[in-house]
């Protein structure tokens, strides 16, 4: 699968949603923001769509929080719903990529950058959105990958 115009990357939480963005071309993956959740995830579904559709996003990408064992736990099965909705609202094609450990790979990206815990609380999920797409766009391009750990 070739990634083709700029796609939007979702570290999707129950409390805080990170957002990161692909360039035009669909290489290069931005943090973006954290959008806070609505009570109503149908609301969290309009808002992101909107902001998708400001950014001009042409396809999707949502972090699946999976098992250990690689199979969908309940987090996961909400997030596909979720998924699921926002893809009908938009009309993009929108995939899933594993996320296990892409906010552990933040918060420490963070630390050892010295970025005080404060700071981290309100970055840490764009930046897991950051890991998420660019791990999706080098799997996309068929460019060799930088794995994400198999263990904390």
Partial sequence: ?????????????EKRIGLALSDPSGVVATPWQVVPAEPSQARTVERIAALAREAKAQQVVIGLPLRMDGSDGPAAEHVRRFGAQLQEALGLPLHYCDERFSTRTAEQALIAGGTRRQRRKQVVDKLAAQIILQHFL????????????DHP
């Fill in 1 to 13: 699968m070739q990634a083709v115009g700029r796609v939007l990357g979702i570290d999707y939480g």
């Fill in 138 to 149: 080098e799997m996309a391009s068929n460019q060799p990958t930088t794995p994400l750990p």
